[in-house]
């Protein structure tokens, strides 16, 4: 998430959430592991579902068709805040 997130910052998340477009958001990705990613796009899929297509704000992240959409349930939270590094 480079420039927004810099490597070991710190995010703080809300679980329980109403997730829109335009939110950063804390993943379970089935190969990527726990990654931080922007809200690109919400499908509605049968009743009630939904799944996510995600991307990061730096050109060079994974691409939202690498990554597939995601389920609800993978979403671990919304990022509220972020603590920078001071090195």
Known sequence: ?????????????????????????V??????GIIVKRIAACYAVGEGARRYALCG??????STEAMGL???GQLL?????TVRQTH
């Open 77 to 81: 939270g919304r990022v509220i805040w």
């Open 27 to 32: 993943v379970q990705h089935d190969s990527l």
């Open 70 to 72: 995601v389920d609800t």
């Open 57 to 62: 704000d730096n050109p060079a992240s994974t």
């Open 1 to 25: 998430m480079v420039p927004t997130l810099l490597p070991d910052d710190y995010v703080v998340c809300w679980r329980r959430s109403r997730y829109q477009t335009g939110q950063m958001v």
